[in-house]
């Protein structure tokens, strides 16, 4: 049983958990929200920046977050921090799907490491069903902020 | 083990359940402490169930042959066991419902439609801070479309009502009282009859959610009528019965009064394209082909825990909670929320763990095969009056084992090593 605890506790998670990266709300930040799983009652707010550093690129300036929940969408949320700071826009919206892949696969899908890094951690999440959304939450979250932003900049240079 | 009050022949009673003498993966036996969630169902319940599928099904009231007359006599004869099981005044005042949510929001609908209960502008409802979402939501539903003023008896520290300023919650402008007779989350058993009779004084509809409270406690309707009850409302799953039944009582007079909930087949007398007249109650009340094998499968398990004894479960279930609240304790850092005497208290019991979230807790829990909750148990407002988020829950039955104890408690210190906590 220790085993299969192991495998859904890895080290890593449990790193984050104790201490968690980018933590905090920051300014500046152009979008906010807050997502709940409602089943459970985990909560985050997060903020995101998105930044152009001169090139061209749009890329993900900050994410902070305050958040609420269990160890597993606290470390859920540090590691995701950590993986889309920097990032071009795009390339972490990339990551975002690749993770939700990860997770729906019910622990059939391989992580790629160059892609995830420690977010390859999650991987014995997806064998627990109950415990998918919780490692999601933060994912969901930062996508909702960072389209909302994107997104209605699209729209005007369509119309 | 055997503690005062714990039922004889627990060994035996366990095998009414088949499901107890399941295993988990890697071979581990089941230990299921989160019967304040769902309860398990004895082989008479499932027996009962199928039997009238393989024997009796048919629509009730509308087929004109046998297997509808056997089909209608199980749905009545469901009916009258819940009756008798509650001590209802008459078998009339019996209204099948989905889950005792349904029957939550019957009451709150209709009051808001017609009648001389009518709420309205300058009305208010008087709910309680520990109650279950559903006994929270249709009055806010009710009291945002008619203007009426929901308001809140508030908690003590130690989890119980605080009735300290009854005086200025119930006064001439309270039209319901609706409250839990036991908590989900703290387990606290409510004085639901005091509470009543002030708001009786003032002409209140006075509603308790017995959700929790008929699968442990002996419920006699007719007394609590005397109290100023108006209506009772519980679901069938949580005292051994199936999902998708559950039970409104309601006084007579009151289900009279009320208008038609939902429109339907079933609950008209008659109908022309100018307008219908209805059924008297219950059928009022029972729009479209009800949950028929649910009922009778809930028939078969009032009178299962009929045949046991409500006081004898009862007795079990405060003996159980007294070894578990002892056995919580042993654990470093456990803060119970709710009430610490048993007497006080019902089987379910919240708590927190320092340094381990609930939802942590209960997947370590569950790879040992014990199953219990861990959330907000649908009583947000209850766990933000305590500061928490949410909490882990274990919940027991008349099945519960005083060993099943012994094993959440290890496996409680087990959690927190597992975590390095302390």
Not at chain 1, 33 to 58: M, S
Not at chain 2, 43 to 62: F, K, P
Not at chain 2, 212 to 227: H, K, N, R, T
Request: aromatic content about 6%; some cysteine; charged content about 20%.
């Amino acid at each position: 049983m220790s085993n299969e605890l192991d495998s859904l506790y890895q080290e890593i998670i449990l790193d984050h958990y104790k201490n968690p990266h980018h933590q905090g709300l920051r300014e500046p930040y152009e979008a906010e929200v807050h997502h709940v799983n409602p089943t459970c009652g985990d909560e985050v707010t997060l903020r995101v920046h998105l930044a152009d550093a001169g090139d061209g690129v749009t890329r993900v300036g900050d994410v902070s977050y305050d958040a609420i929940g269990c160890s597993i969408s606290q470390a859920a949320t540090s590691v995701m921090a950590d993986l889309v700071i920097g990032k071009p826009v795009d390339e972490a919206l990339a990551v975002q799907d690749t993770f939700l892949t990860l997770m729906q696969g019910k622990g059939s899908v391989e992580p790629d490491e160059d892609v995830l890094e420690d977010g390859i951690a999650f991987a014995g999440v997806a064998k627990f069903p109950a415990r998918v959304k919780c490692a999601l939450l933060p994912w969901m979250a930062w996508k909702d902020a960072t389209l909302s932003v994107v997104e209605p900049v699209e729209t005007e240079e369509k119309s | 083990m055997s503690l005062p009050g714990l039922l004889p022949d627990l060994e035996v009673l366990r095998k009414d359940f088949p499901i107890l003498s399941r295993t988990l993966a890697g071979g581990q036996p089941l230990i299921y402490l989160d019967s304040a969630n769902t309860s398990q169902k004895p082989q008479v319940v499932i027996d009962t169930m199928v039997d009238h599928l393989e024997r009796h099904n048919a629509n009730i009231s509308r087929a004109m042959h046998q297997l509808g007359a056997e089909s209608t006599a199980a749905f009545e004869e469901a009916r009258d066991k819940i009756a008798a099981f509650v001590h209802a005044p008459s078998r009339d005042e019996v209204i099948f419902t989905k889950n005792a949510s349904e029957a939550l929001n019957l009451v709150a609908n209709t009051l808001a439609w017609a009648g001389p209960h009518r709420v309205g502008e300058g009305d208010e409802v008087l709910i309680t801070e520990m109650e279950h979402h559903s006994n929270i939501v249709p009055w806010q539903l009710l009291t945002e479309r008619t203007g009426a003023t929901l308001r809140w008896f508030g908690l003590t520290d130690d989890g119980r009502l605080d009735l300290s300023n009854i005086d200025d919650l119930i006064t001439e402008r309270t039209k319901v009282v609706s409250l839990t007779w036991v908590s989900n989350m703290l387990g606290t058993i409510n004085p639901v009859e005091e509470i009543a009779r002030r708001a009786h004084e003032v002409g209140a509809i006075v509603v308790v959610d017995a959700s929790q409270a008929v699968p442990q406690l002996p419920v006699d309707v007719a007394e609590l009528a005397g109290s100023g009850v108006d209506f009772v409302a519980f679901t069938g799953h949580k005292c051994v019965g199936p999902t998708g039944i559950g039970v409104l009582w309601g006084r007579a007079e009151v289900l009279d009064a009320l208008p038609p909930f939902l429109g339907g087949g079933e609950m008209i007398e008659t109908v022309t394209m100018e307008r219908s007249t209805y059924a008297g109650i219950p059928h009022k009340f029972e729009a479209g082909t009800p949950p028929i094998v649910e009922a009778v499968g809930l028939g078969a398990a009032v009178e299962y825990l009929g045949h046991i004894g409500m006081d004898r479960i009862h007795a079990h279930e405060q003996a159980i909670t007294a070894y578990a609240l002892e056995g919580l304790q042993t654990v470093p850092g456990l803060t119970v929320l709710g009430p610490l005497d048993a007497a006080d208290r019902g089987g379910a019991i919240s708590f927190e763990i320092d340094g381990v979230h609930p939802h942590d807790v209960a997947t370590v829990l569950d790879t040992r095969g014990i199953a219990v909750r861990a959330g907000h148990h649908c009583a947000k407002p209850a766990h933000a009056r305590f500061g928490v988020q949410s909490s882990t829950r274990m919940s027991s039955y008349l099945y519960t084992a005083p060993a099943e104890v012994d094993a959440l408690v290890e496996g409680l210190h087990y959690t927190r090593d597992y975590f390095k906590v302390g």
